[in-house]
């Protein structure tokens, strides 16, 4: 069974920049696209950036395009969101999630989800 575990989210002054981790464990990540999603209180969960199984494919949503970078690492189970020139509105709980229906940002088609980091973006 797919197990994912977040970390790195933190607070961080505007302008600044963290990476968040997606580490897996179970199932060999390599088998999964995998998507970061972020929720705030009152919203529903939305997709920030997604990469295929081998990672030749990303997306990314249209306010974090040029700011945020995914990857992945197949060899060491993890994937990676790089978060640069963080704004108070990308405040959230950062959750990533596999699935197995590819070029999705979804949440619905998401079938295994960590349990979520919290970033905060505060001076």
């Known amino acids: 069974q797919l197990r994912l575990v977040e970390s790195g989210g933190g607070l961080v002054q505007p302008g600044g920049s963290l990476t968040l981790s997606c580490a897996a464990s179970g199932i060999r990540l390599s088998y999964y696209a995998i998507g970061w999603f972020r929720q705030t209180p009152g919203k529903e969960r939305e997709g920030v950036s997604r990469i295929n199984t081998l990672g030749a494919s990303t997306a990314y949503a249209e306010d974090v395009k040029g700011r945020f970078t995914i990857w992945r690492d197949n060899g060491g189970n993890t994937a990676y969101l790089r978060m640069n020139n963080l704004q108070p509105e990308d405040t959230g709980v950062y959750y990533c999630?596999?699935?197995?229906?590819?070029?999705?940002?979804?949440?619905?088609?998401?079938?295994?989800w960590g349990q979520g980091t919290q970033v905060t973006v505060s001076s």
């Open positions: 999630a596999a699935t197995t229906y590819g070029d999705t940002l979804s949440p619905a088609l998401y079938s295994t």
